[in-house]
T-cell receptor
Framework: RKEVEQDPGPFNVPEGATVAFNCTYSNSASQSFFWYRQDCRKEPKLLMS???SGNEDGRFTAQLNRASQYISLLIRDSKLSDSATYLC??????????FGDGTTLTVKP | DTEVTQTPKHLVMGMTNKKSLKCEQHMGHRAMYWYKQKAKKPPELMFVYSYEKLSINESVPSRFSPECPNSSLLNLHLHALQPEDSALYLC???????????FGPGTRLTVL
């Protein structure tokens, strides 16, 4: 079993749709959690850190469920510019960063 | 200065060459990382320098060797690479080892 597993996707949604991605992790000692987006042939860019209390940034909401060991990302009112690959990242307390395989989102007009 | 810079942007090298990739940040971050990313795959952690201590992914072959001259610079020395080492090499930094990582634009390496 992979340490970090993401929804395989791809997700193809119309503009204005709400889309949710999930990511599960196997190491219960994991300490910090993030969502990144990566555009084609570019570097990953931090989208959000994920906190136990959940956090929101505009149209984006991230949640962490430690008991079930998953994190989620919700995108409301999708824009064409949201098209990208979304990567979840899980860090252990030993400083090891593990990326999920990524979920590709395409938002269509 | 809130960015991580990497040089060169592109590198083509033969299997007998020795080359180095460079990474620099001036955000006062104390952890720096090297990742390798193949097409349509996620970044894979190679090395971490945190507070002058090196952590290695044991699956990384010895033809890759990191060097951290100071807390702002991170080099990756390449020697006797194989064609399968062709990939995007990403550098990242974070304030501390558990923190949010900020990535440089990467070096696209081709080994002939």
């Amino acid at each position: 079993r992979k340490e970090v597993e993401q929804d395989p996707g791809p997700f193809n949604v119309p503009e204005g749709a709400t889309v949710a991605f999930n990511c599960t992790y196997s190491n219960s000692a994991s300490q910090s959690f993030f969502w990144y987006r990566q555009d084609c042939r570019k570097e990953p860019k931090l989208l959000m850190s994920v906190y136990s209390s959940g956090n929101e940034d505009g149209r984006f909401t991230a949640q962490l469920n430690r008991a079930s060991q998953y994190i989620s990302l919700l995108i409301r009112d999708s824009k064409l510019s949201d098209s990208a690959t979304y990567l979840c990242v899980v860090n252990t307390n030993a400083g090891k960063s593990t990326f999920g395989d990524g979920t590709t989102l395409t938002v269509k007009p | 200065d809130t960015e991580v810079t990497q040089t060169p942007k592109h590198l083509v090298m033969g299997m007998t060459n020795k080359k180095s990739l460079k990474c620099e940040q001036h955000m006062g971050h104390r952890a720096m990382y090297w990742y390798k990313q193949k097409a349509k795959k996620p970044p894979e952690l190679m090395f971490v320098y945190s507070y002058e201590k090196l952590s290695i992914n044991e699956s990384v072959p010895s033809r890759f060797s990191p060097e951290c001259p100071n807390s702002s610079l991170l080099n990756l020395h390449l020697h006797a690479l194989q064609p399968e080492d062709s990939a995007l090499y990403l550098c990242a930094s974070s304030l501390y080892e558990q923190g949010e990582q900020f990535f440089g634009p990467g070096t696209r390496l081709t080994v002939l």
